[in-house]
């Protein structure tokens, strides 16, 4: 009788404990009940590797809403769901944490909103577990973590909060997962990655900006097919940055995107490029930059300005309007840099109304463009532009040729051209299927032809005949020729 009563009495304050929300102690924890689960809201010990409970006076671990001050590691069972915004704040002692696998938001899961800071200033910290099926990363969740290096972001993952991991100086590299949706603000600002590969699936709108900002040691970025805008000062700062390639969806690159990115010396743009805004490449340190056909916007403060090494820029007619101050600082103290356009065109007109050094190229229109080792061929003394025919690049033959520093000879009679250099000679007969190199015959897909009184030759198998390496730039719709 006296048990069954003790038992009662139990179940009783087990009642009234649910009810009220006192807290409970239990060893080294201090928790509540709630609806037959518990929310541990403290911990009274002082071992600094704490190892979370899963179950409590008989019912599971389920809720954090505690403060770690001293822990230098902890490691939580997969019954908790849920864990405070400010559980390890400015804990210098914090090494490694491994988290419940059923936890599907880290901090705040509301945009733009600081206050999770979960980890924010754990100076010590290097290795986190994330949760399998996490969802979301809140804004300043490992804000500062200097030292932080190893953690993985699963697939499941959808959304990283704002300056997420601004200031994660030792994380250099990182898998961004291919379903990402959101990026917020400043995520991965003055970190350390040094290369990224943004997916396609990222959304972002126009109050998110410098998601990258301050990343020095970046070199390499991606960024995924679907994504349409660079959001503003994405990469603003990024020192190292030398390689970029960009999908075919991109329409806007927004203000500051490449701010400062000193070690840009090349940049292919996509043709679905519409609109280039402000200080988009202030202080970078490209060579030359063609816009592809289909450009119709510049806002032109600041926009190339501040590029030392900037000698070309290619503008094609489908540039109708350049807003920006009312002295023209586009080109402001870059002063190496001609621009290219074709005669009469809008941006010939804005030249000479702003003393823009400009020579006229009519090939600026060209729908394709082709490069060899880096540099624009330009196609306008040959008055033809390259031609697509049949999934196949045929360029002028002597722009090809000259450009490669070949010497090139053409016989009427035969309608055969002669090419020779290092000792290489090449033979093509307009409308044979055979190129010769050095007597041997290689089979060609499109033959040499005549197109608008113009002998065009197929830019691939010329140069791969002289030893070069040829790519396709689906993006841009670019011949990429490298020796």
Avoid at 146 to 160: A, F, M, Y
Avoid at 233 to 244: A, D, I, M, N, Q
Avoid at 417 to 423: D, L
Wanted: aromatic share 10%.
């Amino acid at each position: 009788m006296k048990k069954i009563y003790i038992s009662l009495l139990i179940m009783l304050g087990i009642m009234c404990t649910s009810a009220t929300a006192f807290a409970l102690t239990d060893g080294d924890w201090e928790f509540r009940l709630l609806d037959d689960e518990v929310m541990i809201t403290g911990y009274l010990g002082d071992n600094e590797n704490i190892v979370i409970p899963s179950t409590l006076f008989g019912a599971p671990v389920t809720k954090i809403d505690a403060k770690f001050k001293n822990a230098a590691s902890i490691v939580m069972p997969d019954t908790v769901r849920e864990v405070s915004d400010k559980m390890c704040q400015y804990n210098e002692n914090l090494e490694s944490v491994i988290f419940s696998n059923n936890i599907e938001v880290l901090g705040n899961d509301l945009r733009y909103m600081y206050g999770s800071c979960m980890f924010q200033d754990c100076v010590n910290l290097t290795t986190v577990k994330l949760p399998e099926n996490l969802k979301r990363i809140g804004a300043t969740a490992f804000l500062n973590c200097k030292s932080l290096k190893n953690i993985t972001l699963p697939d499941s993952l959808e959304e990283i909060g704002e300056s997420a991991f601004e200031g994660c100086e030792s994380l250099t590299s990182l898998n961004i997962p291919p379903n990402l949706k959101i990026m917020e603000d400043s995520a991965f600002e003055d970190s350390g990655l040094e290369s990224v590969n943004i997916p396609g699936s990222v959304s972002w709108d126009v109050y998110t900006n410098r998601q990258f900002e301050g990343c020095t040691n970046l070199k390499n970025a991606t960024i995924g097919e679907g994504i349409t805008v660079l959001p503003e000062y994405l990469f603003s700062e990024c020192t190292s940055l030398k390689h970029v390639e960009l999908p075919g969806t991109i329409t806007e690159i927004a203000r500051g995107a490449f701010f400062e990115c000193a070690s840009l010396e090349e940049l292919t743009l996509p043709v679905s490029l519409r609109i280039i805004n402000q200080y988009a490449f202030y202080g970078t340190g490209l060579r030359q930059l063609v816009l592809p056909y289909g450009v119709e916007y510049i806002n032109g403060q600041y926009t190339f300005a501040e590029c030392p090494d900037l000698e070309a820029v290619f503008i094609p007619d489908s540039l109708t309007k350049i807003e920006g101050s009312i002295h023209s600082t586009m080109f402001e103290n870059s002063g190496r840099c001609i621009v290219y356009c074709s005669a009469d065109s809008y941006m010939a007109n804005y030249c000479k109304d702003n003393n823009i050094s400009y020579l006229t190229d009519n090939s600026v229109n060209s729908s394709i463009t082709v490069y060899y080792n880096g540099t624009r061929i330009s196609f306008h003394e040959y008055g033809q532009n390259p031609e697509l025919i049949n999934d196949r690049t045929l360029v002028p033959l002597r722009a090809i040729f000259e450009a490669m520093g070949a010497d090139v000879k053409w016989d009427q009679e035969t309608e055969t051209v002669t090419s020779t250099r290092n000792g290489v000679t090449i033979k093509l007969t307009i409308g044979d299927n055979v190129l010769y190199k050095n007597g041997q015959s290689i089979p060609v897909d499109v033959p040499a032809q005549i197109v608008n009184d113009r002998t065009l030759v197929p830019a691939r198998v010329v140069a791969e005949a002289f030893g070069a390496d040829v790519q396709w730039n689906e993006a841009s719709n670019s011949v990429l020729i490298t020796e």
